[in-house]
């Protein structure tokens, strides 16, 4: 999709896919997407998705509108770059789910300097619990949800 696009060719792509993320369908449509379709729908759906499309509509399977609707609302995330590579680190452990103590032995450093790289991290992200750090480590990819 993204070479169609920067060739500036005016192909009209509907992603026929097993794929019901909403992650993915969101980014088909930035990409330059007219329709996402899903396989297991019926063979029906993939004709109207055309026949959407051909009239220059966009079309969206109704089986992840709501996910999809979802995503695109969501706030978008802060960058990345306000972390360092050790916070990534550490940022990614604490959404794994791991404890400060195992961090830090995994790490090689002591709890203290784990806690301390958490709180600069909620700082600087302006984010006040752990779980919106994970749910940030979750919007940059640093791990899937």
């Known amino acids: 999709m993204r070479r169609l696009k920067a060739a500036k060719s005016d192909a009209k792509v509907i992603f026929l896919t097993m794929h019901a993320g909403a992650e ?21 759906e993939l004709i109207t998705a055309i026949q959407e499309v051909v009239q220059g509509r966009m079309y ?11 995503t ?3 706030p978008a995330p802060k960058p990345a770059a306000k972390l360092s590579p050790r916070q990534l680190e550490v940022l990614r452990h604490i959404a794994e789910g791991r404890r400060m103590k195992e961090i830090a032995a995994i790490l090689d450093l002591s709890t203290r300097t784990v806690e301390t790289h958490k709180y600069e991290m909620m700082r600087s992200l302006d984010v006040e619990s752990t779980a919106e750090l ?12």
């Open 24 to 44: 993915l369908a969101t980014e088909a449509f930035r990409a330059g997407a007219s329709g996402y379709v899903l396989k297991i729908s019926a063979g029906e």
């Open 60 to 70: 969206l399977t109704p089986l992840i509108t709501k996910d999809v609707i979802s």
């Open 72 to 74: 695109l609302t969501e």
């Open 134 to 145: 994970v749910r940030y480590a979750i919007q940059i990819g640093l791990i899937k949800s």
